[in-house]
């Protein structure tokens, strides 16, 4: 199968809501291939008239390779249609089995970091059951469903161990820091910009960057009120209808 009938079928799932089998599963594709489909898969989408507004970074964090059996970091794009108003409502009639992750996002400036926000990722694997290696999960775009972005503030001295937290209707289901991103989220930027770079894509000014989730993901639910708390940084939201 080509990449783009790969990026077709990884297309039509998110669609049309449909999991389908992981395409390693009936056919050869290694991590440059897949980064190859999941650029093809985004053209679709640019070419129905959504624009790119920022790269999202995977798996920067133990808890989520853990989570899902894939210890490699990877990336992804974010285009404007995937983008929720902070405290806005998202109908999850559009997903197949989605679940969301607190993370700390950069406003990319001229020269470096303009502002930074607290974030919350919505994923939603295209694959059956979750289910996907490195290839796999690199062609469908890294899970990307959604994202919310808090209030851009200041940039802080440090944004290495600031305490975050995940809470579902104002229980904190999940709780973590900053340093679970790779130590140090800007070190997930640094690794962005040479990552994307390696696949032909420079980081933009005005893009934004999610540097990856602080705790593990954890399923979203019809009804939720979602809320993601960074110390000293405040708060982006999502109620689920
Ligand atoms: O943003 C993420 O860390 C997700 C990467 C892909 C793995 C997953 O679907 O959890
Ligand atoms: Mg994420």
Redesign the pocket.
């Known amino acids: 199968m080509s990449i783009s009938e790969m990026a077709v079928l990884l297309d039509d799932a998110a669609v049309d809501a449909i999991a389908i089998p992981q395409l390693t599963l009936g056919h050869e594709l290694d991590v440059d291939g897949a980064y190859a489909v999941q650029e093809a898969l985004i053209a679709r989408r640019l070419d129905r008239g959504q624009r790119l507004v920022g790269v999202?970074m995977?798996?920067t964090s133990r808890a989520?390779m853990a989570?899902?059996g894939?210890h490699e970091v990877?990336w992804g794009r974010l285009t404007d249609a995937m983008a929720v108003p902070d405290g806005g409502q998202l109908s999850l009639d559009g997903f197949i089995h989605p679940?969301i992750?607190p993370e700390i996002a950069f406003l990319l400036g001229e020269n470096g970091v303009a502002a930074v926000a607290p974030a919350l990722?919505i994923?939603d694997?295209r694959y059956a059951d979750?289910q996907f290696t490195h290839a796999d999960?690199v062609a469908d775009n890294?899970?990307g469903a959604a994202f919310v972005v808090g209030a851009w503030q200041p940039v802080p001295a440090g944004v290495d161990n600031l305490g975050v937290l995940l809470e579902v209707d104002g229980k904190v289901v999940q709780a973590g820091s900053t340093a679970a991103i790779l130590g140090d989220p800007r070190r997930a930027l640094t690794e962005g910009r040479a990552l994307t770079a390696r696949y032909g894509l420079a980081l933009e000014p005005g893009w934004v960057f999610m540097a990856?989730?602080a705790t593990a993901?954890v399923p979203l639910t019809p009804g939720a009120h979602v809320r993601a708390v960074v110390e000293g940084i405040g708060t982006a939201s999502l109620k689920v209808t």
């Open positions: 999202k995977g798996l989520k989570q899902v894939v990877i679940r992750e990722e994923i694997s979750f999960v890294t899970s990856g989730a993901a």
